[in-house]
């Protein structure tokens, strides 16, 4: 991703004069060739790994979020309810789709045998299509809108602003 980092450069000037790049990426345990065989023979073993692998990252997003002043556990409830409302497959851009891929349970039945909070996220997961809102659970902020950029405020236009040599002459006299 890319953004200005002084302002937008006018259409004369070359494009990406003033801009900062930013690279992110998401590590995943890989299986091995073992674990493959072994593990994901069926496809309800292949939505355990699924689940678990969402809920360390759940887990994670919740401690930022409190960090934040947020309720952790209640934003990422809602942000699965309206992931299923609002982020369609395979549409909007790449984030879209990333996000779509993180915040989607998988539609297989989920085992007794696991832990509670896989329950509780793949009913918050569920609610999204049943529910016409997500308003229930208890977060001021959609991380949805997040990854579709309402949030964005449009960049300043600083070609009408004075220049900083202006300011700093006027203060002096």
Not at 69 to 88: D, N, P
Not at 108 to 133: F, M, N
Not at 154 to 173: C, E, I, Q, Y
């Amino acid at each position: 991703m890319t953004v200005g980092v002084i302002g937008q450069p006018a259409p004369t000037t070359a494009p990406g004069t003033f801009t900062f790049g930013l690279n992110w990426g998401i590590a995943y345990e890989l299986p091995n060739n073992t674990e493959t065989a072994l593990f994901y023979r069926s496809k309800k073993h292949k939505s355990i790994a699924q689940r678990r692998s969402r809920r360390e990252l759940y887990e994670k997003l919740e401690v930022i979020l409190d960090n934040m002043g947020y309720s952790g556990r209640q934003c990422i409830l809602k942000t699965l309810c309206e992931t299923t409302q609002r982020i369609v497959p395979h549409g909007g851009n790449m984030v879209e789709e990333i996000f779509r891929t993180l915040f989607t349970m998988p539609m297989t039945k989920v085992l007794p045998t696991e832990p509670l909070e896989h329950t509780i996220y793949d009913a918050a997961h569920r609610l999204g299509s049943l529910l016409k809102s997500c308003d229930t659970f208890n977060c001021p902020l959609s991380l949805v809108d997040l990854a579709k950029g309402y949030y964005n405020a449009p960049a300043p236009n600083v070609d009408t602003a004075k220049s900083p040599w202006a300011l700093f002459s006027s203060s002096f006299g």
